[in-house]
């Protein structure tokens, strides 16, 4: 009989990572989850117990924790790691970027140590579409020059060279079990399970577009700043790669399968975008918004906000071809499972 597969998810609590689990169990795979909870809460995984009718064991750990790490590694017959264990806020990673380097960076050594000693050595990386800095052109291709432009991306850029040099020095040394990593570059993750039970929940205010659209038109914020509408884009306002997350989490089940093919045979480190390819403006995410929720959203222009480029948008063929993944949702079905999740949960996890 086929062993079912166990996938340890750092990070697994968080926003991406609780959508990913609930897709994981659904498949069959057995699911084990580390988290510190420092940006979620454990409500997050018991409603993905409630959803999948199944259960994740649980550790509440930090991964710079090796101990820790050590002990979940012998506990569970681990075959591959999801990791999505990181501080993500932009803003403040450019007034701390000691915490983010040692989080992210720091605390992704001490995982591949782990993996390492434990002899787990099938990764899949949450990178982000913000190591292409600011692109020359769109859609943008996974071999597009690689920069960043703050701490936070650059702590993605510095751990996708980490696991390129990992699995380079494997193929180099002929190492009978070579490092096979999937980087995964996410474009703008947006939406929620259609249960309505599991979203993003934001700490404080929130950076990212959608959820402060919807915290507007909930009533918790007063009005949308639209930073800049004098970009060179079809109404001057930013154009990004919206997805659905539920999108995204497959997308990691289509890698995390991709990492037992032919052209992983002999340990590769290999980049993905998962985006939709499709570019919508911050004034087309107003708008639909309106159209299909009904309810106003208060806004004003504002100056641009320093860091954001004009236009990001994804070309996914790669992963379409190489991962058998392509995107499915709408921009409707985005905005609708968003609301859905507000609407049930206003306060979000402590509603
Ligand atoms: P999230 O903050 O909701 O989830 C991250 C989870 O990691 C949280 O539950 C947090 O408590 C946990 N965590 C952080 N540091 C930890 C540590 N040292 N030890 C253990 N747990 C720790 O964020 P998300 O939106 O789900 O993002 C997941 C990953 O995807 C992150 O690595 C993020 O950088 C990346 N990413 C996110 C986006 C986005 O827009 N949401 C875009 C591109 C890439
Ligand atoms: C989208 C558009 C803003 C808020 C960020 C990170 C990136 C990645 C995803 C992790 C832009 C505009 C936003 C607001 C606005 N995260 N906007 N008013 O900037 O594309 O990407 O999140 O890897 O690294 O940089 O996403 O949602 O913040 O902004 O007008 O209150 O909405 O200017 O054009 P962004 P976002």
Known sequence: MKKTMTILVTGGAGYIGSHT????????????????????????????????????????????DKHGLDRVFRSHEIDAVIHFAGLKAVGESCLQPARYYQNNVNGTLVLLEAMHDA????????????????????????????????????????????????????????????????????????????????????????????????????????????????????????VRDYIHVVDLAKGHLKALA?????????????????????????????NTFQQVIGKPVNYKIAPRRSGDIAVCYADPAYAEHALDWRAEKSLADMIVDAWRWQESNPLGYDS
């Open 119 to 238: 002899g787990v050595k099938k990764l899949v990386f949450s990178s982000s579409a913000t190591v292409y800095g600011d692109p020359q052109s769109v859609p943008i291709r996974e071999d597009f020059p690689l920069s960043a432009t703050n701490p936070y991306g650059r702590t993605k850029l510095m751990i996708e060279d980490i696991l390129r040099d990992f699995s380079t020095a494997d193929q180099l040394a002929n190492t009978p079990n070579p490092w096979k990593i999937a980087l995964l570059r996410y474009f703008n993750p947006i939406g929620s399970h259609v249960s309505g039970l599991i979203g993003e929940d934001p700490r404080d205010i929130p950076n990212n577009l959608m959820p402060y659209v919807l915290q507007v038109a909930v009533g918790k914020l007063s009005q949308l700043s639209i930073f800049g509408d004098d970009y060179p884009t079809h109404d001057g306002t930013g």
């Open 21 to 64: 689990c609930v897709e994981l169990l659904e498949a069959g795979f057995n699911v084990v989850v580390v988290d510190n909870l420092f940006n979620s809460k454990h409500e997050a995984i018991r409603r993905v117990e409630q959803i999948t009718h199944q259960e994740i064991s649980f550790y509440e750990l930090d991964i710079l």
């Open 258 to 286: 991709a990492l037992n093919k032919d052209f992983y045979a002999e340990g590769a480190c290999r980049p993905f975008n998962l985006g939709t390819g499709n570019g919508y403006s911050v004034l087309d995410m107003v």
